[in-house]
């Protein structure tokens, strides 16, 4: 006669650190793509279309291949945004 075992329901995902916006407002700050996305609530691959099409802030190399945006350009697109610029 087999044994069965009662079977483990899977662990939620943890977030991963650093991915959430911090809303401290610095405009010196980098924000990574996770962070931009919650920020304006949009897809990655918007974010790029729109980088692309030229209506979204440009994205800044840290180095070999980290990149983020600039918290302040970004605030001021959303100002911009809202402001129906």
């Known amino acids: 006669m087999a044994r069965y075992t009662k079977r483990?329901?899977?662990?939620p995902k943890k977030q991963k650190a650093?991915?959430?916006y911090d809303a401290?407002?610095?405009p010196l700050a980098i924000l990574k793509i996770g962070d931009v996305e919650a920020l304006i609530n949009h897809s990655k691959a918007?974010?790029?279309r729109w980088m692309k099409s030229e209506k979204f802030p440009k994205q800044v190399t840290l180095?070999?291949?980290a990149i983020g945006w600039r918290q302040g350009e970004v605030n001021e697109w959303l100002?911009?945004?809202?402001?129906?610029?």
């Open 63 to 65: 180095d070999g291949r």
């Open 8 to 11: 483990r329901q899977p662990e």
């Open 18 to 20: 650093g991915s959430t």
């Open 79 to 85: 100002k911009n945004l809202q402001a129906g610029q």
């Open 46 to 48: 918007t974010v790029y």
């Open 24 to 26: 401290s407002n610095n």
